[in-house]
């Protein structure tokens, strides 16, 4: 069965910088989707950032330009570096992954940031 171990997060000021990590095991990591998603409070969960199986990347357009997704498959980590925060980037970021077929999805357990001043 799949796991995904997110780290990292915390409390930033506007301008600031967060790295968060997700560690996975149970599933051929470098062949799945791996991909970060955001929930901010009283808003629904979007996608944030994606690693494509061939190591190509996508990003929401807020985000573009300031948060960078990477991935080690030997160390089957995926890590999302997020840079000039700001206020809205505030919420619960989740580590996710499915497979090509994407019948199914493993999330973890989320981990908070907050940009405030």
């Known amino acids: 069965q799949g796991q995904l171990v997110e780290s990292g997060g915390g409390s930033v000021q506007p301008g600031g910088s967060l790295q968060l990590h997700c560690a996975a095991s149970g599933f051929p990591f470098s062949s799945y989707y791996m991909s970060w998603y955001r929930q901010a409070p009283g808003k629904e969960r979007e996608l944030v950032a994606r690693?494509?199986?061939?190591?190509?990347?996508n990003y929401a357009d807020s985000v573009k330009g300031r948060f960078t997704s990477s991935r080690d498959i030997e160390k089957k980590t995926t890590v999302l570096q997020m840079d000039n925060l700001k206020p809205e980037d505030t919420g619960v970021y989740y580590c996710?992954?499915?497979?090509?077929?994407?019948?199914?999805?493993?999330w973890g357990q989320g981990t908070q940031v907050t940009v405030s001043s």
């Open positions: 996710h992954s499915m497979p090509l077929e994407r019948t199914f999805a493993y």
């Open positions: 690693i494509r199986p061939n190591g190509t990347t």
